[in-house]
């Protein structure tokens, strides 16, 4: 089903905003609250934003659901020169860098950030909806084990995202993933627990097969 985007404009930018990825990081009403004021209607106003300041906090909404396009068809927003998986306490993987994310009906989504449930409850897979808070995931964000195919070459590049059937989150590109204690395993390719039952979180031991885990 295609997802609903909702757009708000100013004379040089348009701002999207995709609800269902909103987990409430609270990084745009902290960084713009002139802009981004949950009780008022509409909630977002670009206009009474700097478009500079407007496009940088955008830039720190960790889920990717807010996004902008400028107006004068300059580019927007560069992905990192490097990509990132940081593992959170209880909560969702935060990827960053130049992202191509396939969903099950095959579209190809290009990101630069998005967050990815890891507790297996979410009802909109892959991205978290923050199901972890109700399901009570207690999970400190650890890397129990490496299990990122190392390679001394691993060189720049996009990171590919796909989902196996009933199955792990597939990584493929040159990736650094960062747990909550700060250690960081780089690789080039892995598989990401996403059932929430994995014995070597943030990475999959095939404990999906077991907990009788279903997801597209």
């Given at each position: 089903m295609p997802r609903k985007i909702r757009t708000y404009e100013s004379d040089e930018l348009i701002v999207e905003y995709d609800a269902k990825r909103c987990i409430h990081a609270?990084?745009?009403?902290?960084g713009l609250?002139?802009?981004f004021d949950p009780?008022?209607?509409p909630w977002i106003s670009p206009q009474q934003g700097d478009s500079a300041d407007l496009m940088q906090v955008i830039e720190r909404c960790p889920t990717g659901a807010?996004?902008?396009r400028r107006k004068d068809e300059q580019p927007g927003e560069v992905a990192p020169e490097?990509?990132?998986v940081r593992v959170s306490a209880g909560g969702p993987v935060y990827l960053r860098g130049?992202?191509?994310i396939t969903l099950p009906d095959g579209e190809v989504l290009r990101e630069t950030r998005a967050a990815l449930c890891r507790c297996g409850q979410s009802g909109d897979k892959p991205f978290c909806d923050n199901s972890h808070i109700e399901?009570?995931?207690d999970e400190p964000g650890g890397i129990a084990e490496n299990r990122l195919v190392v390679s001394e070459t691993a060189g720049e590049g996009p990171l590919e995202i796909t989902l196996a059937a009933n199955g792990p989150v597939l990584i493929r590109g040159p990736v650094g993933v960062t747990g909550t204690d700060g250690q960081t395993v780089e690789g080039v390719s892995g598989a990401l627990c996403r059932c929430g039952h994995s014995a070597s979180k943030p990475f999959c031991d095939g404990s999906h097969k077991a907990a009788g885990f279903t997801a597209e």
């Open positions: 609270a990084e745009c009403v902290h609250p002139s802009v009780e008022s209607r807010l996004q902008y490097t990509n990132s130049d992202l191509r399901a009570g995931f």
